[in-house]
């Protein structure tokens, strides 16, 4: 079993769109979030993207479109020089009540199965309570970045906070590593 590190895409690794990521025009990368892919690139650890993807479920996107997405994203990141080994993508909506879904830990549990992860030393990034919740669930460290929803999400909480803060996928490598060193 090796450790993963757990990525949500849309405000981590890219930008949030108000109307979600509907095509590849709408896809604008964040760069300390490519600089901490190409440091993460050389480690033993799986890298594994988990992304809620609600448009699908409310049927303004098909899930293939949404898989390009996907793909084209890992693609870009492998040019340039990152590295993401896995990418999941839950499409239901909220009311579909799935498993997969974060805050559910679905996605995380199957990763898991399928890949050999050892969730309890590994690691997610979220820019939502719904990541950090996701994580608690399937028993990995987790941290919240201010990137994307994150600042919002962090003003949100009544103090009630189990995870790390970071400013962006850089910061959070070095919580990572930290925490790496620790377990």
């Not at 870009?76 to 590295?83: A, D, F, I, L, T």
Request: proline share 3%; aromatic share 6%.
């Amino acid at each position: 079993m090796r450790p993963a590190i757990f990525l949500d895409r849309d405000g981590v690794i890219i930008e949030n769109c108000e109307n979600y990521v509907r095509s590849w025009d709408d896809v604008c990368f964040i760069e300390p979030a490519i600089r901490a892919l190409r440091q993460i690139a050389p480690l033993d650890v799986a890298v594994i993207v988990v992304t809620n993807q609600a448009i699908v479920g409310k049927g303004q996107m098909t899930l293939d479109e949404a898989t390009r997405i996907n793909e084209r994203v890992v693609s870009e990141v492998r040019r340039r020089g990152g590295r993401i080994d896995y990418a999941y993508l839950c499409p239901h909506a909220e009311k579909d009540n799935c498993d997969c879904r974060k805050p559910k830990p679905g996605m995380l549990l199957r990763a898991a199965h399928e890949h050999d992860i050892d969730l309890a030393h590994s690691f997610m990034v979220g820019d939502a309570i719904s990541d950090m919740r996701a994580a608690q669930a399937a028993g990995v460290h987790c941290a919240l970045v201010r990137t994307g929803r994150g600042a919002g999400e962090l003003a949100r909480c009544s103090g009630e906070m189990w995870f790390d803060v970071a400013d962006d996928l850089l910061d959070a490598f070095a919580a990572f590593q930290s925490f790496r060193i620790a377990a």
